[in-house]
């Protein structure tokens, strides 16, 4: 059965970091070893956040930060679904927790046309890093055809309100976008009651 | 069509008193200012945490703080539905959203048992405090027979993981108990894009 109590205790450390006055890159890299813990097993996600939805990939919140200092997502993906090329504007994490997920990384030339540097695969456990100003431009996508794959990403700010971009691969053109989230709802982090009554 | 943002603001502005460093009463005596906006219009509250339960009084978390410093629970009382006997060993506040409470106040004598001190009633738009030590114990309940009643409670603490306790009005005799929250899901506060799109 699954148990939030892991999720719990990534929001409460991860809060922590901040509590500590930590530079956001010091969060970041604390904050990585915190999630690459979190995704080393794969049995604390309710399932209604891990719900594929058959047009298009999906970002469920799972937890915002009240000063809107950091998010958790959870990414799933759908069979062969993947994202168009964007940015971020703020830090990320992204841990593999389900499946396999292929980056494309893009780097924009003085022209504002883009060029493809980089393909990578993330396994599950597996920790990647994006940066405004080093790697911030990529196209996201399942890597399995035949089932749907989960990763959990973390920002440095509530990232469903983060006014950014996504581009056109050919022509650059750059397009405004909120990307918002995908449910109403987020799971309940916080009843205690529940391990008590397990315990 | 019910906003999120009312309770945004309300859990933004609740998260500021305590980044100010004020002490917990001057957390609960600003808050409380807080609270009686927030109750002054009853047009964001999604259903799905006003629903009540045919059995047993509903208490839906809204929002934890993350440091567990506060949380923002909806109160849903089906026709003459009533609590037990019960404390909170934490401070509390009561903002009446819709329909109408009645609360009893109970003193705890020196041999443990109670006596009865005041009954009141919270109308719509009104709001009472609690404080263990002065006013901590009572019993509430829907003063409406023929329909729910939601109530909006903050307390100075993830109040559904406080190990506290509900009583035996005539002997006195203690239970201890946690009460958890009735649901698995919050409400998300946090999809700014909603916004966007609204404006
Ligand atoms: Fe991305
Ligand atoms: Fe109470
Ligand atoms: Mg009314």
Chains 1, 2 share one sequence.
């Not at 794969?42 to 469920?60: E, G, H, I, K, M």
């Not at 035949?146 to 581009?167: F, M, P």
């Amino acid at each position: 059965m699954s148990s939030i109590v892991p999720l719990r205790e990534f929001v409460t450390r991860f809060t922590a970091l901040f509590e500590r006055g930590l530079s956001p890159s010091a969060v970041q890299q604390e904050g990585s070893s915190l999630l690459r813990t979190l995704v080393s097993k794969d049995d604390w996600l309710p399932d209604v956040f891990a719900v594929p939805n058959p047009d298009r990939y999906s970002q469920y919140l799972l937890h915002c930060d009240p000063l809107e200092r950091f998010s958790v997502v959870s990414f799933v993906w759908g069979p062969g679904q993947t994202t168009p090329l964007h940015d971020h504007r703020v830090w990320g994490l992204i841990g593999m927790l389900r499946g396999r997920e292929s980056e494309t990384q893009f780097r924009r030339n003085s022209d504002g046309g883009f060029e493809r540097v980089d393909v990578s695969f993330l396994e599950e456990g597996e920790v990647a890093s994006l940066e405004p100003d080093v790697n911030d431009y990529h196209v996201v996508a399942n890597a399995l055809e035949d089932r749907a794959s989960v990763s959990i990403h973390v920002y440095g700010g509530n990232i469903g309100g983060v006014s950014r971009a996504v581009y056109d691969i050919e022509t650059g053109q750059e397009r405004p976008f909120i990307s918002g989230y995908s449910s109403g709802v987020t799971p309940n982090l916080w009843d205690r009651s529940l391990n008590a009554k397990a315990a």
